[in-house]
């Protein structure tokens, strides 16, 4: 038999290319496809823009019966199904947004064996009225997307996500196949555990995103430092620059319009139409930049985002990954840049200490912290520690900016006893900008009033600048030398006894000239 003849009689291959006109699958899709098509569960671990639809809309066609979807996105389950009916599949949803005449003319064509695909918004499919109703339909697989959403520590948790696992129980015979972009061993682990995927065969694509390349900058006018990285590479360009509060959403946007780019913002606190127009644009639009919380950008699939910038530290490395994964999805060259400072790893710490949560949960956040600025902080390839996140090794891959400027380093053992020093002398109550003060004797009013000028290490640090001290400390706090408790106060762990003792050298990242990179021009 030919290799042509033989792809031809494959059921999965045929339907790629005579639904969807794609000549061929990509990495595991195919392997997926005939998995679940033969009854098989299945856990897909695929990065955004991977392909994860296919993997259950072809089985759906291939099986008898209609494949029910779970996702948790109203928008996006509009925009599959329009796509999907446009290529002549039986496709429709059922959420909130419908009229209830429209679904009840929906749960009929399902009894009817009328379609081959169902998009359900979870807190319908588990009621007890829509599972009976199941029941009496002829299910061809169940898809769960955007399965990380049963974990109750991920940023995405929703807890009807929960209730899935009556999937298994009630219809024991039916495959299921679990999707998502989240990888770390962690969430997988819940994913298996609450949906009852013991039995499911792992699919898990690499991760990496080679198009798209990997910055982190030392914050020091964040905003400036935004509009320099927007002219130098993304000049017109679509892009997201996601900032932690409302409120600095609607400044930056505003601020960014002023300076004569077109930005619009999102956040949860917009009404429903202000969103969607905003969303609308920047998805039709050329060259809009969304200025957005994290609320923006789930199920968004626009393929020419050239960039994803943020402004404030995401809440965790796998959200990092998400959230820069929606950059580049055509393929293209495209920047993930993030502005990261000092300030922002004390306002994390604190949020986590200050936080109401059980302690378990404390400890999983600190270790996300941790990770997060391990990432930050990184003297190495940017890609490979954030690979190495998801369980996979690779080579220093060339497109970061510490593969293509690698950092300078320095002997820092004796700056960093005096930083020691002081915070140890001042009572380890103080931030960081108080210690640097002292550390290049600075007699601000608040020095003056504890009477640190006194200090043996007063002004001991005057030859070092002060973005190399903030460097500094906040190296000494991402590996452990420095903590911070619960006010931002910096304060010694044991790990920096042997440097205290002069015990142990130190090298440590100079601080980069951020203005190197500046345009010649300011147009202020
Ligand atoms: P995910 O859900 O993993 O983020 P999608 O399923 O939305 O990714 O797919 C991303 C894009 O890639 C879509 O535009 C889709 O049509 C396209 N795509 C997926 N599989 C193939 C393939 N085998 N050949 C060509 N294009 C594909
Ligand atoms: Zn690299």
Redesign the pocket.
Known sequence: MSASTESASSPALST?RRV?G?????GE?QAIVEHVSEGGDALVL??????????YQIPSLIRSGCGIVVSPLIALMQDQVSALKLLGVRAAFLNSTLPPEHASVIERELLEGELDLLYVAPERLTTPRFLQLLAQAKIALFAI?EAHCVSQWGHDFRPDYIQLSVLHERFPGIPRIA?T?TADQATRGEIVERLALQQARVFLASFDRPNIRYTVVEKDNPRRQLLRFIRASHDGDSGIVYCLSRKKVEETAKWLREQGLSALPYHAGFDAATREAHQTKFIRGDGIIMVATIAFGMGI?K?DVRFVAHLDLPKSLEAYYQETGRAG?DGLPSNAWMAYGLQDMVLQREMIEQSQAPDEIKRVERQKLDALLGYCEAPSCRRQVLLRYFGEDSEPCGNCDMCLSPPETWDAAEAVQKALSTIYRSGQRYGAGHIIDILRGRETPKVKERGHENLSTFGLGSAIGDAQWSSLLRQCVATGLIGVNEHGGLILLEACRPVLRGEQGLQLRRVRDTHAAAPSVRRE
Do not use: H, I, V
Request: glycine share 12%.
């Open positions: 790629l969807f794609y000549p061929a699958f990509r899709q695929m990065p955004t823009g991977g392909g994860k639809s296919l993997c997307d999707l972009a699939d393929p999805r």
